[in-house]
């Protein structure tokens, strides 16, 4: 019973809590290459003036040998050795893929943090003070500008006037360090 409350006494704080999700997939292929055969590159030219190597090839994954073909076009600086390797990978990486088993791996990973000082300001009225991270950007003027000594930027705000959500904005400017004061809002 005292399990419940101690988690019914941590709701509350949880849901006000700022939360990120970090969401991260990776593909991996399972097939390894054993032997690799009749490697035949060819260099021709491309219409635009660089050069292509083609490469065709034969490897063993397993017990099972496969066909392979790589193509890399280059602009013609660098040797035709280190163009033809790039193709030689992309002909490898290809069978790999219609070969090889694919896994793919999704992490998603939650941070939340219920640190007041994080948090937007809900509401602001002319002499509100806060850091400029509690206050949104104006997305139309980003940029900071000058109003009589004072470092300053606009800002938005949204409101509920009782049957819609009201979009606001205003003017913050600099006092101190990183605290703004609002001086308008319209």
């Known amino acids: 019973m005292k399990k419940l409350a101690v988690i019914l006494a941590l709701l509350p704080g949880l849901a006000i809590a700022e939360c ?30 660089n050069k292509k190597c083609m490469v065709t090839l034969r490897v063993r994954i397993g017990s099972e040998w496969h066909s392979a073909f790589g193509e890399y076009t280059w602009p013609g600086d660098r040797p035709r050795e280190e163009a033809c390797a790039r193709a030689v990978k992309i002909a490898e990486d290809d069978v790999r893929e219609r070969v090889g088993r694919t896994q793919v791996v999704s992490e998603k990973t939650m941070i939340c943090t219920d640190q007041p000082e994080l948090d937007a300001l809900r509401q602001t009225n002319p002499g509100t003070m806060a850091p400029s991270h509690q206050f949104r950007p104006h997305p139309d003027y980003p940029n900071r500008f000058w109003h009589n000594g004072a470092q300053c930027r606009m800002f938005l705000e949204s409101a509920w006037n009782g049957r819609d959500i009201q979009p606001f904005q205003g003017v913050i400017c600099l006092v101190q360090d990183d605290i703004w004061v609002v001086v308008d809002k319209f």
Do not use: F
Not at 20 to 48: F, H, K, M, Q, Y
């Open 20 to 49: 990120v999700l970090n969401d991260r997939t990776v593909s991996r292929t399972t097939a390894t290459i054993v032997e690799r055969s009749a490697i035949r590159p060819e260099v021709v030219p491309t219409i635009g003036g």
